[in-house]
T-cell receptor, first 112, second 115 residues
Framework: LAKTTQPISMDSYEGQEVNITCSHN???????ITWYQQFPSQGPRFIIQ???TKVTNEVASLFIPADRKSSTLSLPRVSLSDTAVYYC?????????????FGQGTELSVKP | EAGVTQFPSHSVIEKGQTVTLRCDPI?????LYWYRRVMGKEIKFLLH????????ESGMPNNRFLAERTGGTYSTLKVQPAELEDSGVYFC?????????????FGEGSRLTVL
């Protein structure tokens, strides 16, 4: 399974756009890129998943370059409630049945 | 619609005792997973049920851990006898067959403290 590297922590201010980049140099052809969010004392929550180019939903956008060796989660106009740990996961393919491999994640702190 | 529920939210036991954690998945979700985070470590996969069958139990640490899902509904995870290193947060997650493969719905976790 592809190993991911992401910043340990990031700081931002309310109203700013936050971009968290994840490196996954040995991503396999069948691998998808998935991002989760986790608040303290809660379980992880699915944010977005993509394979290539750009995916957008009501929460975030996911940008994936053509070589797929990295991806960027973009959170528009963050608020204090977006303070959480964000996990980049790579390697979720159908035949794995949803077995997720979590890394250390990026601890995002949003300040007023 | 109710989410994934776990019980108890926190359990404190002594080394050598037994603890049973319970997970109720989202109704209709055939896939049920157990994960855990021990102190300072990353969230780790334990096992995966499809209905009542164990699809993948490669993450179970040793034979002190027993997971069951009788009838394909709720699941239990028993730790017997508990050791100090078993302390951590145990997460349960579920997913509908045919749903987005990477989209698991997690419960809030059961915190286990072994003294």
């Amino acid at each position: 399974l592809a190993k991911t590297t992401q910043p340990i922590s990031m700081d931002s201010y309310e109203g700013q756009e936050v971009n968290i980049t994840c490196s996954h140099n040995n991503i396999a052809t069948n691998d998808y890129i998935t991002w989760y969010q986790q608040f303290p004392s809660q379980g992880p929550r699915f944010i977005i998943q993509g394979y290539k180019t750009k995916v957008t939903n009501e929460v975030a956008s996911l940008f994936i370059p053509a070589d797929r060796k990295s991806s960027t989660l973009s959170l528009p106009r963050v608020s204090l409630s977006d303070t959480a740990v964000y996990y980049c996961l790579v390697g979720v393919v159908y035949n794995q049945g949803g077995k997720l491999i979590f890394g250390q994640g990026t601890e995002l702190s949003v300040k007023p | 619609e109710a989410g994934v529920t776990q019980f108890p939210s926190h359990s404190v036991i002594e080394k050598g005792q037994t603890v049973t954690l319970r997970c109720d998945p989202i109704s209709g979700h055939d896939n049920l997973y157990w994960y855990r985070r021990v102190m300072g470590k990353e969230i780790k996969f334990l096992l995966h049920f499809v209905k009542e069958s164990k699809q993948d139990e490669s993450g179970m640490p040793n034979n002190r851990f027993l997971a069951e899902r009788t009838g394909g509904t709720y699941s239990t995870l028993k730790v017997q006898p508990a050791e100090l290193e078993d302390s951590g947060v145990y997460f349960c997650a579920s997913r509908a067959t045919g749903g987005v493969v990477g989209e698991l719905f997690f419960g809030e976790g059961s915190r286990l403290t072994v003294l």
